[in-house]
């Protein structure tokens, strides 16, 4: 078995993030792609609460919450910081991706999907999220400044995933927010 | 020169509670700031414009936001004693992840049980007795989450224990019956005096919830 797992699904831009960070460290691992709607006994043993994507594997260590798995890789493995070493930056770092992961991931999926009275909510609601995430980069090439950081793989998901769905489904909700694309 | 470091705070809120438990557990003096969660005042406006939420934690001005963000970041900064996170990574995801755990399946119910009647009330205890039973496990037979050492998950979810009787009241029931193992664990955190200097009266609570919040909810 290899050292390092990632139970993921294609579509997750939670399942990016870990893979992301795996790449940055140039950590070799093993990608197992699970059925949501069949899901394995390996994946329900190894993440009973949530019982979700991602999980890793790390020499018998089970993780799940992929900012969760993100700070475990950045510990565990030398190469590029995926957080700044400054305790004050890294706390700003956390704050964002916890901006994004409670603020953004949700209106925006309902954004997406909803109808009615409840997508325009969602909608009114992304964009102020968003708002304020470009107002963090100001200027800046990444949100990590130089380099990519956590806040950058953790908002990854905008750029890729959301236009992606915007396209698919034939919606028109961004209007404005150039630097973060 | 000395740090400047003050807290921002709100009387009962469990999530400032946290931030005074690490402080105290690490022996580091602070500015205490009661707040007004009504008349929000401008220092916390400027300092956490994005939830303008307590608890915020300025040290020498800048701000932190986020009760668990501030306590990982006061174990970085103030790291001469008391840790508070275990240092082996895997060791240390495992605490940050019940730590969240709190977060998310304990907080919501927690204060649907305050907040609402009838058949909402009824799912609301339902969910938080399945959230605190999975908490029981996980603590097993160890004194703290953590082990022998109080730590991260311990500080995560011991200010809840200080609105358990306001939740019983609310919701007519026992979490001794329910969870007996959590229950001593509450009463060992307590005797910790970062504990019970920094929670708040549940006494106090419950008169607050019941003669203010519930009014305000239109629920008394």
Redesign the interface.
């Known amino acids: 078995m290899a050292e390092v797992q990632v139970f993921g699904v294609w579509s997750s831009p939670f399942v990016r993030r870990v893979e992301m960070g795996l790449k940055m460290k140039r950590v070799e691992y093993e990608y197992v792609e699970e059925d949501l709607k069949n899901k394995s006994d390996l994946l329900l043993k190894y993440n009973p609460?949530y019982k979700k994507v991602p999980v890793m594997l790390?020499n018998g260590?089970i993780?799940?919450?992929s900012l969760?798995?993100l700070?475990?890789i950045d510990?565990?493995w030398e190469g590029p910081p995926i957080l700044p070493k400054d305790?004050?930056e890294?706390?700003r770092a956390?704050?964002l991706a916890?901006?994004i992961d409670d603020k953004c991931a949700s209106p925006i999926w309902k954004a997406c999907w909803s109808k009615g009275e409840e997508r325009e909510k969602a909608i009114v609601e992304t964009t102020e999220a968003l708002k304020?995430l470009e107002n963090e980069l100001k200027g800046k090439k990444f949100f990590g400044g130089d380099n990519i950081g956590l806040v950058d793989i953790t908002a990854n998901f905008i750029a890729g995933w959301f236009l992606g769905l915007q396209e698919f489904l034939g919606l028109q909700i961004l209007t404005k927010i150039i630097s973060l694309i | 020169m000395a740090d400047e470091v003050v807290l921002l705070d709100l009387y009962g809120s469990m999530f400032a509670m946290r931030v005074r438990i690490a402080f105290a557990e690490k022996d580091i003096k602070y500015d205490n700031r009661e707040q007004d969660s009504v008349n929000k005042s401008q220092l916390l406006l400027e300092m956490n414009p994005?939830h303008k939420k307590i608890p915020v934690l300025l040290?020498n001005g800048?701000p932190?936001?986020?009760s668990l963000?501030?306590v990982?970041?006061i174990d970085?900064?103030w790291n001469h004693n008391s840790p508070l996170l275990p240092s082996d990574?895997?060791h240390?995801?495992h605490a940050?992840?019940w730590a969240?755990?709190v977060d998310k399946k304990v907080n919501d119910p927690a204060r649907r049980i305050w907040l609402k009647k009838g058949e909402e009330l009824e799912i609301a205890k339902k969910e938080f007795i399945e959230a605190l039973k999975?908490l029981e496990r996980e603590l097993g037979d160890k004194t703290y989450f953590g082990g022998d050492k109080f730590g991260f998950v311990d500080v995560a979810l011991i200010p809840f224990y200080s609105w358990f009787e306001t939740y019983e009241t609310c919701g007519n029931f026992s979490i001794e019956e329910h969870c007996p193992t959590l229950i001593t664990w509450g009463k060992k955190c307590m005797e910790r005096e970062s504990v019970h200097k920094s929670l708040a009266d549940p006494k106090k609570i419950c008169e607050i919830v019941f003669t203010v919040l519930r009014k305000k909810y239109g629920l008394e």
Do not use: G, S
Request: contains cysteine; glycine residues 0%.
């Open positions: 609460i790390h260590n993780l799940v919450e969760i798995i700070e475990y510990e565990v305790p004050y890294r706390a956390r704050f916890k901006f304020i | 994005v040290h800048k932190v936001c986020e963000i501030i990982e970041y970085e900064v990574p895997y240390k995801a940050r992840f969240d755990f999975l």
